[in-house]
């Protein structure tokens, strides 16, 4: 079983940046309103989520760490899907690659508790002192498979997708806190990103977000964006042509606010721009599809970073069109 767990693991958790992006996704399912996220070595060595969520009661501490258990759908409403999470797979996979440790005071709860779990060994739950939410830490990533350890990259590679995954999910929730920091060598660590919650309506809290993210400059070049087609919704901000990239980092693409790599969505933002931009520029957009979930597949693969469009002819269109419109009405 430990064997089996470990393989599946291994498509969750590719290197340290997808174990972050599932303990913030949890963060975020538990209605967080402050996401604090420490790493040491590039992530390797520690990767640290706390929150100030509902938290998890002791005596479900041992479930959340079972295989394919999720206390967020109930199997019969995969299509129906309205969290990050629902698989069950994020925190059994952390444990199979690495030092797990899941403290957590449950609103309503007097007291905290605490489960560890190590390659497979039988988990440990103990009494834990925490004033509210929880705090994961995963421990020595790949200490028990040398091989996964070598096809890591650089602790400055790791550490910079580590950043963007932080950055990409701060998009999608502007309203709720996030800190992230380099603890690397103990004490106090550095905070290389502080992001306060943003407030007001959808496109002020926003722009207020990615201001802090992407910069002034961005947030002077933005057109809002706002479109719908049929069943679905297009919100977000593009930047004018003219604030374009020479390289394709500057796209950051949701549905239903879930980060997503999307060739059919990149193409569509390209398409959009192409009068304006030569084959080597980029443009720089964040962008939301929101549709029914029931219109989206995110169950393509265990990172659900993968949509499938049930009209992927009406997903292009709609973001071609939304764009092209604000493009002309800013003389574009
Ligand atoms: P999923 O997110 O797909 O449900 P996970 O393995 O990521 O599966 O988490 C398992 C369960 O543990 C969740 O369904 C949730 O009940 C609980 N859980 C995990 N992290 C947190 C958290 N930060 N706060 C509250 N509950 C959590
Ligand atoms: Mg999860």
């Known amino acids: 079983d430990a064997a089996v767990n470990r393989i599946a693991a291994g498509e969750v958790v590719e290197r340290p940046a997808s174990a972050v992006k599932e303990l913030v996704e949890n963060a975020l399912d538990a209605g967080a309103r402050r996401i604090e996220v420490d790493y040491a070595d590039g992530g390797k060595t520690l990767i640290r989520v706390t929150d100030d969520g509902h938290g998890i009661p002791a005596e479900a501490l041992p479930l959340a760490l079972q295989r394919h258990a999720t206390s967020?759908?109930?199997?019969?409403?995969?299509?129906?899907?309205?969290?990050?999470?629902?698989?069950?797979?994020a925190l059994p996979s952390?444990?199979?690659?690495?030092?797990?440790?899941?403290?957590?005071?449950?609103?309503?709860?007097d007291e905290a508790a605490e489960i560890l779990v190590s390659g497979g060994s039988a988990p440990v739950l103990r009494p834990a002192a925490l004033g509210r939410g929880t705090v994961?830490?995963?421990?020595?990533?790949?200490?028990?498979?040398?091989a996964?350890?070598?096809?890591?990259?650089?602790?400055?590679?790791e550490a910079q997708a580590i950043g963007d995954v932080v950055k990409r999910l701060a998009m999608a929730e502007p309203s709720v806190g996030f800190t992230l920091r380099d603890v690397s060598g103990g004490g106090e660590g550095r905070v290389l990103l502080r992001?306060?919650?943003?407030?007001?309506?959808?496109f002020d809290a926003l722009l207020e977000r990615l201001r802090a993210i992407l910069g002034r400059e961005f947030a002077e070049n933005a057109l809002p964006i706002e479109a719908e087609r049929e069943d679905l919704s297009l919100t977000g901000f593009?930047?004018?042509?003219?604030?374009?990239?020479?390289?394709?980092?500057?796209?950051?693409?949701?549905?239903?606010t879930r980060p997503v790599r999307d060739k059919l969505l990149v193409g569509a933002?390209?398409?959009?721009?192409?009068?304006?931009?030569?084959?080597?520029r980029h443009p720089v957009a964040v962008l939301n599809i929101g549709c029914h979930p029931e219109l989206v597949d995110v169950n393509v693969h265990p990172a659900k970073s993968e949509v499938r469009f049930?009209?992927?002819?009406?997903?292009?269109?709609?973001?071609v069109s939304g764009l092209k419109h604000a493009l002309a009405g800013a003389g574009h």
């Open 310 to 319: 049930r009209d992927p002819a009406l997903a292009r269109g709609l973001v």
């Open 269 to 280: 933002l390209r398409a959009a721009y192409s009068d304006f931009l030569s084959r080597d």
């Open 136 to 146: 994961v830490a995963l421990r020595d990533l790949f200490h028990a498979t040398p």
């Open 94 to 109: 952390l444990a199979a690659v690495g030092r797990l440790s899941l403290t957590s005071r449950a609103s309503g709860h």
């Open 148 to 157: 996964r350890l070598k096809f890591l990259r650089s602790d400055r590679a």
């Open 238 to 256: 593009a930047a004018l042509p003219t604030f374009s990239r020479g390289s394709a980092v500057g796209q950051f693409l949701f549905v239903n």
């Open 195 to 202: 992001l306060d919650p943003c407030n007001g309506d959808l």
């Open 72 to 89: 967020k759908i109930d199997g019969s409403d995969l299509l129906n899907i309205h969290t990050f999470g629902f698989r069950g797979e």
